[in-house]
């Protein structure tokens, strides 16, 4: 669902933008609201990067929480090889755009464009394109982007921090340390936990620091396991609330007030000849499929970490091109580096959309390609040519049986490189 409404709110955004009611688009994301005594006095546009991207970034670390604690992350032998991926596969990305943007002034500010994946997409094209495909692969991305998130919001934190007030962040740290207390003690009632996030958020804010790091360590504070009669945890039961309106309210509506670009002949040559734009467009594509494949198969041959037996390389390559889709994200880094609105900034958002395009075309055409190929090992193993019971997979020669599973050929393929 998340992905669909997201496409839905990009394509009316560039619809409307380029339509003649653009004036309207324009007015609606520079209106500003807010009270401007607590720094909120601000446009609808910066509202949906500041506040409504929050509930998408705590959603982020309720998840991450989940995985370091009970899922993939725990187990260091499983997690290294996506982890690995996650790391190069931001690090090349933006080593390619700096190399493109050497010499421009200004331009620099924006390498972080291009490192971060849109988790949500990338999941949506990966269920349309590839039911066939193991679940160790579905396992694999999601490990892979609930890293790139926090190393993404660490370089918002970090990087694109501006006027920062030491005083208002240390008072930040109040609200966030009173809700870790509040879920130690198994206190999990909205009524006290939704004011301080809500005090942590704005605190954040005026001081000078995007305040999606606030939703993060909220995430990362919420408990893992359940109270005395309560069947579920908070991380689940809050992930369970909160994921619908990331993905159904806060990022379509984000996506809604932050791609609606004018598309000419002309803005697409300017964008064309914009070494930042191509620099994005390079290093998303190009960038992203090397470092998260790259990361993968070095560590894989380097150290003892191993690809899951269930995987091939081939499975690894279609989601290495998969993860050049980005969206709220990019599109974030792109209004903190060049302004909302800026020319600078609608080169780039065009950037950014061709790239997801592209990437979700070459990555999907090659899983369908794999979804085949296992699907085809499937209907192997069932068939039964001899009509006693023992499909020809499990058979050796003749009143033999191999014993050998789905897994044992995919091991094989793994180990192959296929």
Same mark, same amino acid.
């Given at each position: 669902?998340?992905?669909?409404?997201?496409?839905?709110?990009?394509?009316?955004?560039?619809?409307?933008?380029?339509?003649?009611?653009?004036?309207?688009?324009?007015?609606?994301?520079?209106?500003?609201?807010?009270?401007?005594?607590?720094?909120?006095?601000?446009?609808?546009?910066?509202?949906?990067?500041?506040?409504?991207?929050?509930?998408?970034?705590?959603?982020?670390?309720?998840?991450?929480?989940?995985?370091?604690?009970?899922?993939?992350?725990?187990?260091?032998?499983?997690?290294?090889?996506?982890?690995?991926?996650?790391?190069?596969?931001?690090?090349?990305?933006?080593?390619?755009?700096?190399?493109?943007?050497?010499?421009?002034?200004?331009?620099?500010?924006?390498?972080?464009?291009?490192?971060?994946?849109?988790?949500?997409?990338?999941?949506?094209?990966?269920?349309?394109?590839?039911?066939?495909?193991?679940?160790?692969?579905?396992?694999?991305?999601?490990?892979?982007?609930?890293?790139?998130?926090?190393?993404?919001?660490?370089?918002?934190?970090?990087?694109?921090?501006?006027?920062?007030?030491?005083?208002?962040?240390?008072?930040?740290?109040?609200?966030?340390?009173?809700?870790?207390?509040?879920?130690?003690?198994?206190?999990?009632?909205?009524?006290?936990?939704?004011?301080?996030?809500?005090?942590?958020?704005?605190? !954040?804010? +005026?001081?000078?620091?995007?305040?999606?790091? *606030? @939703?993060? $360590?909220? %995430? &990362? #504070?919420? /408990? =893992?396991?359940?109270?005395?009669?309560?069947?579920?945890?908070?991380?689940?039961?809050?992930?369970?609330?909160?994921?619908?309106?990331?993905?159904?309210?806060?990022?379509?509506?984000?996506?809604?007030?932050?791609?609606?670009?004018?598309?000419?002949?002309?803005?697409?040559?300017?964008?064309?000849?914009?070494?930042?734009?191509?620099?994005?467009?390079?290093?998303?594509?190009?960038?992203?499929?090397?470092?998260?494949?790259?990361?993968?198969?070095?560590?894989?041959?380097?150290?003892?970490?191993?690809?899951?037996?269930?995987?091939?390389?081939?499975?690894?390559?279609?989601?290495?091109?998969?993860?050049?889709?980005?969206?709220?994200?990019?599109?974030?880094?792109?209004?903190?580096?060049?302004?909302?609105?800026?020319?600078?900034?609608?080169?780039? !958002?065009? +950037?950014?959309?061709?790239?997801?395009?592209? *990437? @979700?075309? $070459?990555? %999907? &055409? #090659?899983? /369908? =390609?794999?979804?085949?190929?296992?699907?085809?090992?499937?209907?192997?193993?069932?068939?039964?040519?001899?009509?006693?019971?023992?499909?020809?997979?499990?058979?050796?020669?003749?009143?033999?049986?191999?014993?050998?599973?789905?897994?044992?050929?995919?091991?094989?393929?793994?180990?192959?490189?296929?």
């Amino acid at each position: 669902m998340g992905g669909g409404l997201l496409f839905a709110a990009t394509v009316v955004a560039l619809s409307w933008a380029n339509s003649p009611w653009s004036g309207s688009y324009q007015s609606l994301r520079g209106t500003e609201v807010g009270p401007a005594a607590l720094r909120l006095h601000l446009s609808l546009s910066d509202w949906a990067g500041d506040g409504l991207l929050a509930i998408f970034f705590f959603v982020a670390g309720l998840e991450l929480k989940r995985e370091l604690t009970l899922g993939s992350l725990r187990r260091p032998a499983e997690a290294v090889l996506p982890i690995g991926a996650a790391l190069l596969g931001m690090t090349v990305p933006a080593l390619i755009y700096l190399a493109f943007v050497w010499g421009e002034p200004g331009a620099a500010r924006g390498w972080a464009v291009p490192t971060a994946t849109d988790i949500a997409f990338c999941l949506a094209v990966l269920a349309v394109v590839g039911r066939g495909l193991p679940s160790a692969l579905r396992a694999f991305l999601l490990t892979l982007a609930v890293v790139d998130d926090l190393v993404a919001i660490v370089i918002i934190g970090v990087f694109y921090a501006t006027d920062v007030s030491l005083p208002l962040l240390l008072l930040a740290v109040a609200p966030v340390l009173a809700y870790a207390v509040l879920q130690r003690a198994g206190v999990d009632s909205w009524a006290l936990l939704l004011p301080l996030g809500v005090l942590a958020w704005g605190l !954040t804010h +005026a001081g000078g620091v995007h305040p999606t790091v *606030a @939703a993060v $360590a909220l %995430g &990362l #504070l919420t /408990r =893992v396991h359940p109270t005395a009669g309560r069947a579920e945890s908070p991380v689940e039961r809050f992930e369970h609330w909160w994921r619908p309106v990331s993905a159904g309210l806060a990022v379509p509506v984000f996506a809604l007030l932050s791609v609606g670009i004018p598309v000419s002949g002309s803005s697409l040559a300017e964008a064309a000849g914009d070494p930042a734009a191509l620099g994005v467009v390079v290093g998303r594509l190009v960038g992203k499929t090397v470092g998260v494949f790259g990361g993968a198969y070095l560590l894989a041959r380097l150290t003892s970490a191993r690809l899951s037996r269930d995987l091939a390389w081939a499975d690894v390559f279609g989601v290495a091109v998969l993860t050049g889709i980005g969206f709220a994200v990019p599109l974030l880094v792109s209004d903190v580096a060049f302004g909302p609105g800026s020319a600078a900034d609608e080169r780039i !958002t065009a +950037a950014i959309l061709t790239a997801a395009l592209l *990437a @979700a075309l $070459a990555g %999907g &055409l #090659l899983l /369908r =390609v794999r979804h085949r190929h296992y699907r085809l090992l499937a209907e192997a193993e069932s068939r039964d040519e001899e009509g006693d019971g023992v499909p020809g997979v499990h058979r050796g020669p003749p009143g033999e049986q191999t014993g050998r599973s789905m897994g044992d050929l995919r091991g094989q393929q793994g180990e192959a490189g296929t």
